[in-house]
């Protein structure tokens, strides 16, 4: 998917300064930032900011998504709840990268208190990169995304 992307960028409250510096990062890389995170340090819900985020790469409004909360855990179960979504919790390089060539993974979490801002940048560049391998891993996408369309849950 190279080149520029949408990408919504959601926060919680523990967030709040590594999303301003993300979405520095994505401005200065030319990719059209969607802001649907917290705003201020007042305690938040993080499902109340992964799903928004996972709803718009979901229906395709934005291309990747990108969550910030304390743990980054929170935010990946979240997401993982909204059909199509292929969200990861990455602790370095490596972690983002496969991700991406492996699972072919539509949004990153991080963790704001465990990571270093330089590593999250790290990590987000790396990420944003990364072309999915297909091949044998198209397979198992495919599979995942097979059990989602028939097992969906009731409303």
Not at 16 to 24: D, Q, T
Request: proline letters at 3%; glycine letters at 10%; aromatic letters at 4%.
């Amino acid at each position: 998917m190279g080149g520029v992307m949408k990408v919504a960028v959601g926060n919680d409250h523990r967030g709040l300064s590594v999303k301003l510096r993300v979405v520095g990062l994505l401005t200065e890389l030319g990719h059209e930032v969607h802001d649907l995170g917290a705003t201020g340090p007042t305690g938040v819900d993080y499902p109340d900011y992964a799903i928004p985020v996972a709803e718009e790469v979901s229906t395709g409004k934005a291309d990747r998504g990108v969550l910030i909360c304390a743990t980054g855990h929170g935010m990946c179960i979240a997401a993982n709840k909204v059909c199509g979504i292929r969200a990861v919790n990455c602790r370095d390089v490596i972690d983002a990268e496969l991700s991406r060539r492996h699972n072919d993974s539509n949004i990153v979490c991080v963790a704001a208190d465990l990571l270093g801002e330089d590593q999250i940048e790290r990590m987000i560049r790396a990420w944003l990169v990364t072309e999915f391998e297909g091949g044998r891993h198209t397979r198992r996408r495919e599979k995942v995304t097979a059990y989602e369309k028939t097992h969906e849950r009731p409303a």
